[in-house]
């Protein structure tokens, strides 16, 4: 069975300029949530999405935004790129379920801002 | 307010010196505690879901056990291979998202 998949998995943009970042799901999973990884905070979770709409939303500013679409494959897309935002984006996916979800993540996307 | 604190944030173990790794939390209605295995430049690996205090997994050299404040991940007689960091995390009722502590990088020198 495969795994989360992230795309693209490297990436290099410069200040001012926006990116958007792909997950596909593992297949039957309707809940797709990101996560930013950066050595100084840590895991933050950014939002989570099921059945194409944003149900939880993390502490972070606008720029931040997200979709999933029909098949719940997702993106995300940062606008307006800050130095800031270099980080490991992580997506994950989880089978909702009466006991609780665990969430299976993807390898992630390297992003620099330079 | 929520929170989840790893302890050590580091640990050093010789191969077959066993350990343990802490979580404790501070959270209103824990639905589930996770832990997670990351290696460097990768996305974190499943291990374990605790669901109540007193609960116990085990996997390979790897037991986690939940109380209603802590976690603890018990490593027997590591390997060089379990070097990695491992990350708790929770979840609350009513929310689908996760809070993780801050991680312990476990290095086992042979």
């Known amino acids: 069975k495969a795994g989360v998949t992230q795309t693209p998995r490297y990436l290099i943009k410069t200040r001012g300029q926006q990116v958007t970042l792909s997950c596909s799901p593992i297949?039957?999973?309707?809940?797709v949530s990101w996560y930013q990884q950066t050595p100084g905070q840590g895991l933050q979770f950014l939002f989570e999405?099921?059945?194409?709409?944003?149900?939880n939303k993390g502490n972070f500013p606008g720029r931040f935004s997200g979709r999933q679409f029909s098949n719940s494959r997702s993106e995300m897309n940062v606008s307006t790129l800050e130095l800031g935002d270099s980080a490991l984006y992580l997506c994950?996916?989880?089978?909702?379920?009466?006991?609780?979800?665990?969430?299976?993540f993807g390898e992630g996307s390297w992003l620099t801002v330079v | 307010e929520d929170q989840v604190t790893q302890s050590p944030e580091a640990l050093r173990l010789q191969e077959g010196e066993s350990s343990s790794l802490n979580c404790s939390y501070t959270v209103s209605g824990l639905r589930g505690l996770f832990w997670y295995r990351q290696d460097p430049g990768k996305g974190p690996e499943f291990l374990f879901t605790?669901?109540?205090a007193g609960e116990e997994k085990e996997k390979e050299r790897l037991k986690a056990t939940l109380t209603k404040k802590e976690s603890f991940l018990h490593i027997t007689a590591p390997k060089p291979e379990d070097s990695a960091t491992y990350l708790c995390a929770v979840q609350i009722y009513n929310f689908n998202k996760f809070y993780f502590g801050s991680g312990t990088k476990l290095n086992v020198k042979p």
């Open positions: 999405y099921f059945s194409e709409t944003q149900r």
């Open positions: 297949s039957g999973h309707r809940s």
């Open positions: 605790l669901y109540s």
């Open positions: 994950a996916s989880s089978l909702e379920g009466p006991s609780g979800n665990t969430i299976y």
